[in-house]
């Protein structure tokens, strides 16, 4: 009885500190990282936060890891998805590197077939989630995209068409403005007429046939009409 008492003591004065460094490096990435909690919304999340519960899990019950090289292995692998997530959220190829792009599997009422191999998806999983959300029939969908989280946007015939960025950070969305069939040299000069500058830009965005800037710290202009 006093060896299991004793080993419990030892346990518990190798994990509860271990525990409470894991919880406090936990916190100041959730702080650090402006979310509310862990739940991801891009494939840098889904990641990190894998890795990230294996780093600690792995270390807390192994007893030839101390509290140090906790901290230490926690804390590089946090720091570098703070790097990663502060760089591509201001350069937008990055992003799409990190992250994917969105992909449209419905134009217009037509299924795109070739992009449903590029979002590794069947057109089973494509009705089933389309049956999760409430939606009986592609009859009834005008567009449906893919997003880079899992997620399907979905608009229905009849109603308002999803606005298009076609900046973002001040960089142009080439992807985009060429499937609106409008050229760089167009999107320059509509920002000539707002005396606006492409780097002053932080999103802009094309919607029921008006350009909406919106400049870095500073309130919407009034809209660019075509």
């Known amino acids: 009885k006093s060896n299991k ?3 419990m003591v030892d346990i518990f004065i190798q994990i509860v500190p271990k525990l409470v460094a894991a919880f406090l490096i936990m916190m100041i990435y959730i702080h650090l990282s402006g979310k509310g909690s862990l739940a991801p919304i891009s494939t840098i999340d889904q990641v990190g936060n894998v890795v990230l519960g294996a780093i600690i899990g792995g270390t807390i019950y192994n007893p030839e890891v101390g509290i140090i090289r906790l901290i230490t292995i926690a804390s590089l692998w946090a720091a570098l998805l703070l790097l990663v997530r502060y760089f591509s959220n201001r350069h937008r190829k990055m992003k799409d590197v990190v992250d994917g792009k ?6 217009l009422g037509k299924l795109m077939n070739d992009n449903f191999t590029k979002a590794g998806l069947s057109v089973r999983d494509f ?6 959300r409430g939606y009986t029939c592609l009859n009834e969908l ?5 997003e880079y989280n899992g997620q399907l946007t979905v608009v229905r015939k009849g109603e308002e068409p999803m606005a298009t960025v076609v900046i973002e950070n001040g960089e142009i969305v080439s992807d985009n403005l060429e499937r609106l069939d409008f050229s760089e040299k167009w999107l320059e000069d509509q920002l000539k007429k707002q005396k606006t ?11 029921t046939g008006k350009l909406w800037i919106y400049p870095v710290n500073r309130t919407p202009q009034e809209p660019t009409l075509r």
């Open 5 to 7: 008492g004793g080993d």
């Open 102 to 107: 969105s992909i449209p599997l419905m134009r």
């Open 127 to 132: 009705i089933m989630l389309l049956h999760q």
């Open 142 to 146: 005008n567009d449906v995209w893919y």
């Open 197 to 207: 500058e492409l780097p002053d830009v932080f999103c802009a965005e094309w919607h």
